[in-house]
């Protein structure tokens, strides 16, 4: 058992009408088995990654949760601040977190943005095959410790989103100074040219695309798609709420974007010293897509809890494997869908190998898959 991670786990469930017993309360629990006093130091400067959500996405991390890792943070003299990388224009994505209740005043610390307002304040980092150069956010790069505070969720291309991808698409800005998108988070998204095709003929002209571009590169002159190719980060939301497929882009394979994942992951916390990570899970409002989406689906399984490791490959695969005992919701988007030995509700949804990002990471010296729950007792 010797070569177990620990990963702690806070259930849900409310069996007992006391504060400790409670989901928050829990969460202080763990706090405590964290040992946050031998990670954090004095005046570190410690990242509370989390995603700020979208204007329609409200199933993030809840305010109450965050707050008690900046308190607890705090508490060890350590100096917390909350950020995310720019997913939308930066200074829309802040009033994003604002309307999501993150702010400096609910935060008990600074919110900001890791990688400036205009997403350019990076740094250029070899994350190896398949990625080659990648653009890490600076204030992620230069913190002494990082807690990442992850949403467990489904993904069209990732099946499984949590920590992994909290890390490599939330670590990295959409783009960099000198070379675009191609160092960017698309990057993971897209290969090659990254190339769009539009198919006029199944184009329904419905503006879905249009809408959805955080940075309005799409226009539809003469009814004719056209798209600023500079402008473009490739972040693919485009292609995904079409509804008629007459969108297509050079996408990576499966094997390929999880490695590019697990890499990414490798290189954002390559600037870190042991011990100075913590991972946090939540495994609440399970919806089936990214918190990126203009709007957040209802959960395809029940809440199961909070989930609390230094190990990243360890709770992934913990809440993976716990998602995967869950019965699909009634009313959901996984009403009906085949669950059982081999199916999981995201394999049924996205029919994506997500395990590769837990062996990438594996491989790549970031944890193991064999883990320990232990399940907090009040
Ligand atoms: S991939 Fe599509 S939605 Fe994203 S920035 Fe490019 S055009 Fe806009
Ligand atoms: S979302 Fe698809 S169907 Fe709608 S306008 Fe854009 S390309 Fe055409």
């Known amino acids: 058992m010797g070569t177990e991670a620990r990963v702690y786990f806070a259930s849900a469930r409310v069996l007992k009408w006391t504060h400790e017993e409670s989901l928050p309360g829990k969460l202080e629990g763990l706090l405590e088995k964290a040992g946050l006093e031998g990670r954090f130091k004095k005046d570190d400067a410690v990242a509370v990654k989390t995603h700020f959500g979208s204007h329609g996405a409200h199933r993030i991390v809840r305010p109450i949760f965050l707050r008690k890792v900046t308190d607890a943070v705090g508490r060890t003299g350590a100096a917390p601040f909350v950020t995310d990388t720019v997913r939308i224009k930066g200074l829309e994505y802040l009033e994003v977190a604002n309307s999501n209740g993150i702010n400096h005043l609910s935060m008990g610390a600074p919110v900001v943005l890791a990688?400036?307002?205009?997403?350019?304040?990076?740094?250029?980092?070899?994350?190896?095959?398949?990625?080659?150069?990648?653009?890490?956010?600076?204030?992620?790069?230069?913190?002494?410790?990082?807690?990442?505070?992850?949403?467990?969720?489904?993904?069209?291309?990732?099946?499984?989103?949590?920590?992994?991808?909290?890390?490599?698409?939330?670590?990295?800005?959409?783009?960099?100074?000198?070379c675009g998108w191609k160092c960017g988070r698309g990057s993971m998204h897209m290969i090659g040219m990254g190339q769009f095709n539009w198919d006029a003929d199944k184009c329904e002209l419905c503006y879905q695309c249009q809408e959805v571009c955080p940075?309005?590169?799409?226009?539809?002159?003469?009814?004719?798609?056209?798209?600023?190719?500079?402008?473009?980060?490739?972040?693919?939301?485009?292609?995904?709420?079409?509804?008629?497929?007459?969108?297509?882009?050079?996408?990576?394979?499966?094997?390929?974007?999880?490695?590019?994942?697990?890499?990414?992951?490798?290189?954002?916390?390559?600037?870190?010293?042991?011990?100075?990570?913590?991972?946090?899970?939540?495994?609440?409002?399970?919806?089936?897509?990214?918190?990126?989406?203009?709007?957040?689906?209802?959960?395809?399984?029940q809440d199961l809890g909070i989930m609390l490791s230094d190990n990243l490959a360890a709770i992934e695969q913990a809440s993976m494997d716990m998602i995967a005992g869950a019965a699909p919701l009634a009313g959901s988007a996984a009403e009906g869908l085949e669950t059982g030995p081999g199916m999981d509700v995201f394999k049924a949804l996205h029919n994506r190998p997500w395990e590769i990002q837990f062996k990438e990471c594996e491989r790549l010296g970031l944890g193991t898959r064999k883990y320990e729950l232990i399940e907090l007792s009040s």
Not at 125 to 139: E, H, N, S
Not at 242 to 271: R, Y
Not at 273 to 289: D, G, M, W
């Open 215 to 301: 940075l309005e590169c799409i226009s539809f002159p003469d009814e004719k798609f056209s798209l600023d190719n500079e402008k473009c980060w490739r972040c693919g939301r485009c292609v995904r709420v079409c509804p008629a497929d007459a969108i297509e882009h050079e996408g990576a394979d499966d094997e390929t974007f999880m490695g590019g994942l697990a890499a990414a992951a490798k290189t954002v916390l390559s600037t870190f010293e042991p011990r100075k990570v913590l991972y946090i899970n939540f495994l609440l409002e399970i919806q089936p897509e990214c918190d990126c989406m203009p709007g957040a689906d209802v959960p395809v399984v």
């Open 115 to 178: 990688d400036g307002i205009f997403g350019n304040d990076n740094i250029l980092m070899d994350a190896g095959d398949p990625l080659g150069q990648v653009a890490v956010a600076t204030a992620i790069h230069d913190a002494q410790g990082m807690v990442v505070v992850s949403h467990v969720k489904g993904h069209i291309n990732a099946g499984y989103a949590g920590a992994i991808k909290n890390l490599a698409m939330g670590g990295i800005s959409g783009s960099h100074r000198s």
